[in-house]
């Protein structure tokens, strides 16, 4: 377990992550955080890693309070999450004035994945260029069920850029707004 993480000004690339079938390695080519709290990720570059399961640059498990600005998510790739992933349960999650251009997902996510149950999500003023989700969905974004709320204002997207999977209830407590710029 880590507690705060601070990351400023820096360069991730070419990290790569493997793993076999049924194997718990393989996620995140360049970082892989673990019920980590309070993470702040600013002014860096991500370019250039992968992983054959999730989260090409970066995949994070159980975490809480990650705030990724001003960073540059491109030519990543994994299975899901070409460039980001966001497991299950994980609490808080902001990402703004960012670019995620050219990240390639096997799967769904070709920018960012976000599995299930996660409490909050923002993304605000993050430009979205040439991501692709080669066989599923969301060449931008992937949002599993059950995120509790979704803000999503003023990003740009050259192409799909969203995909819901959703199936709430009445008393299900979703709110969400989008405001996208093409």
Do not use: P, R, W
């Amino acid at each position: 377990t880590s507690n705060d993480l601070s990351i400023l000004q820096s360069t991730f690339t070419q990290g790569e992550a493997s793993g076999s079938t049924g194997s718990a390695y393989g996620h995140g080519g360049s970082l892989y955080l673990f019920q980590s709290e309070s993470v702040s990720i600013s002014l860096s570059n991500f370019t250039h890693n992968s992983a054959n399961k999730n989260g090409g640059s970066f995949y994070t498990f159980e975490s809480e309070d990650i705030v990724i600005s001003y960073c540059v998510f491109s030519n990543n790739n994994g299975f899901d999450g070409g460039a980001l992933y966001i497991s299950a349960d994980t609490m808080g999650t902001e990402i703004a004035q960012s670019t995620f251009e050219t990240n390639s997902a096997v799967n769904s996510g070709g920018g960012l994945y976000f599995a299930e149950n996660i409490d909050s999500v923002t993304i605000a003023n993050v430009h979205f260029t040439n991501n692709m989700a080669i066989e599923g969905d969301g060449a931008g974004a992937y949002f599993g069920s059950n995120i509790k709320h979704l803000e999503i204002i003023g990003n740009h997207t050259s192409s799909s850029l969203y995909h819901f999977s959703h199936q709430y209830s009445a008393s299900d407590s979703l709110s969400y707004s989008l405001t996208n710029y093409s």
